[in-house]
């Protein structure tokens, strides 16, 4: 069966794809034009050729694949682009792999994890560790890259690193707590045990919203259990994933440990699904392809892990501290630009106030500065690619012909090509695909409500089911709601809450299996139950 594993939005048309291998690095000019909505002042900017070479000279801007020691080109010499998402403008071209590049790394990691696997605990968590010292050596340049080829501004891309990082110390810090157990047995010449031991190969399918963040949430884990990795980042973004491990060889972690593909997702997805060397899949992205990647996976029967789209209902009662409440729901609706899967979907607010919430939030997203993410004082940056855009608009607009009101925005921003203004809709009704799908963008739709009984009625008819956010005064309240929501993250008076020491994933068709965490190391361990018999004699 053939698998895509393209994420989220689609990727622009592999048309342009070349034989030759050779690098294009091509030179930005930031052109801006008057806007209604805020824009960001260009006091600063920096071009693609200049970030390209900063990052040349730190030997991070990697632009072919790895397999095992060798960074190599796809076998038949074929080519894509990268774009940036703020210009158009080519980056350059990476690889376009297929099934033959993929099973090469597949080989590469099996044969890498015998050794790897054998390390001590002590020995992996020093090698993660100076994994770690060098990605928060090097965040300048990591989150110049993220800009770059994701779009997002350059204060949230270095947050992003300072995020992605954490995982990797978090679990150097955690592949020295793995353990097993000794169970009382039912009979006194037997002696049972426990170990927990690595599951081997995986192969982890990451999304282009956050390049490194969603790269090493997946792989700290995996390599501290003592796993090895094929990685297959978006076709969007594949630099953030080529720097991250760059530096993870110069971190001393050996050849083969770590490898990287990219381009032909449906061929790359047949090899990891039919290959029985690999032996978990884990994935973030959209529901339709982790469905797709759930039924692959049933061949072999490959254990997954999923952490898939959302329809995050944010939830304001009339006791909720409105500061706290805008404050909280800006956050959560309005980072990356709205890309993300845990985003605002879904605002409902209560009729008491309404009036004021509307008010006030849509006075706080007006001042959203819109730009190219190297500009100062941007805080918006574009969406990733026309498909995007085209969906975000094909949104508002079923929701206006429905009676939705355009209270902000509503329209692409004069900047042009995927910037789109920050825009607030009102009176959304449950009939509107905004109220009943991701719109991974910048967004944010009201949704009135009566009683907290009608609000997690609306909360909870989706099948979705990731994040939630509440915003209340009332203690007992809020252990009502959070009880009654189905969701695997709530957040309550507050929009923000990834952390790489909470378990992160969804219910429903949200996904299987949690990231982060003490809970996140058993996803790529396997239980063997040992049994020693005989145990009496003398």
């Known amino acids: 069966m053939r698998v895509a594993v393209a994420v989220g939005v689609s990727t622009p048309p592999v048309a342009t794809m070349r034989s030759s291998c050779t690098r294009r690095i091509v030179a930005v000019s930031y052109r801006f034009v008057s806007m209604h909505m805020a824009a960001a002042p260009l006091s600063r900017t920096l071009s693609t050729e200049s970030v390209a070479a900063r990052l040349t000279s730190a030997g991070l801007l990697r632009t072919k694949g790895l397999i095992g020691a060798n960074w190599t080109d796809a076998r038949d010499g074929k080519t894509m682009p990268v774009y940036n998402p703020s210009t158009g403008e080519v980056i350059a071209d990476v690889p376009f792999m297929g099934s033959k590049d993929t099973e090469d790394a597949i080989s590469s990691a099996y044969d890498a994890f015998p050794a790897w696997s054998k390390l001590t605990a002590t020995e992996r968590s020093q090698l993660l560790r100076k994994w770690y010292d060098l990605l928060m050596a090097n965040k300048e340049e990591i989150g110049q890259l993220i800009t770059l080829e994701q779009g997002k501004p350059l204060k949230e891309a270095i947050g992003e690193v300072n995020y992605g990082a954490s995982f990797i110390e978090y679990f150097a810090e955690e592949a020295k707590r793995i353990y097993g157990d000794i169970i009382p047995p039912t009979l006194n010449d037997r002696r049972i045990l426990v170990l927990k031991q690595p599951i081997g190969v995986i192969a982890a399918i990451t999304p282009w919203n956050f390049p490194l963040a969603m790269i090493t949430r997946k792989v700290g884990p995996a390599l501290a259990c003592g796993c090895t990795a094929v990685i297959k980042p978006s076709e969007l973004t594949p630099f953030t994933a080529l720097a991250a491990v760059e530096l993870a060889l110069q971190a001393g972690i050996p050849p083969g440990v770590l490898n990287v593909v990219m381009g032909d997702a449906p061929a790359i997805g047949d090899a990891l699904m039919a290959n029985t060397r690999v032996r978990k899949i884990t994935f973030t992205g959209s529901t339709a392809v982790g469905k797709k990647l759930m039924a692959g996976a049933a061949g072999t029967v490959k254990k997954v892990s999923l952490e898939l789209g959302g329809n995050a209902p944010c939830i304001i009662f009339d006791d909720a501290d409105l500061d706290v409440a805008v404050k909280g729901t800006l956050g959560s609706k309005f980072r990356n630009s709205g890309q993300t899967c845990v985003c605002a979907n879904r605002i409902l607010v209560q009729d008491g106030i309404y009036d004021k919430f509307a008010a006030a939030f849509s006075k706080a997203v007006q001042i959203l500065q819109v730009g190219d993410g190297f500009s100062e004082g941007?805080?918006?940056?574009?969406?990733?690619?026309?498909?995007?855009?085209?969906?975000?608009?094909?949104?508002?607009?079923?929701?206006?012909?429905?009676?939705?009101?355009?209270?902000?925005?509503?329209?692409?921003?004069?900047?042009?090509?995927?910037?789109?203004?920050?825009?607030?809709?009102?009176?959304?009704?449950?009939?509107?695909?905004?109220?009943?799908?991701?719109?991974?963008?910048?967004?944010?739709?009201?949704?009135?409500?009566?009683?907290?009984?009608?609000?997690?009625?609306?909360?909870?008819?989706?099948?979705?089911?990731?994040?939630?956010?509440?915003?209340?005064?009332?203690?007992?309240?809020?252990?009502?709601?959070?009880?009654?929501?189905?969701?695997?993250?709530?957040?309550?008076?507050?929009?923000?809450?990834?952390?790489?020491?909470?378990?992160?994933?969804?219910?429903?068709?949200?996904?299987?299996?949690?990231?982060?965490?003490?809970?996140?190391?058993?996803?790529?361990?396997?239980?063997?139950?040992?049994?020693?018999?005989?145990?009496?004699?003398?």
């Open 378 to 538: 941007a805080s918006q940056g574009p969406l990733i690619n026309d498909a995007a855009i085209e969906k975000v608009e094909s949104f508002v607009e079923d929701a206006v012909s429905k009676g939705a009101d355009v209270l902000l925005g509503g329209k692409r921003h004069s900047l042009g090509r995927t910037f789109y203004e920050p825009t607030v809709l009102g009176n959304i009704s449950s009939d509107m695909i905004v109220s009943r799908e991701e719109v991974f963008g910048p967004v944010a739709p009201l949704m009135r409500f009566k009683t907290e009984e009608e609000a997690i009625s609306i909360a909870n008819d989706t099948n979705a089911g990731l994040a939630a956010y509440i915003f209340t005064t009332n203690v007992q309240r809020s252990w009502r709601v959070t009880e009654a929501l189905e969701y695997g993250l709530v957040g309550v008076n507050e929009g923000v809450i990834s952390t790489e020491v909470a378990p992160f994933g969804g219910v429903k068709q949200s996904g299987l299996g949690r990231e982060g965490s003490k809970y996140g190391m058993d996803e790529y361990l396997e239980m063997k139950y040992v049994c020693l018999g005989d145990m009496n004699r003398k």
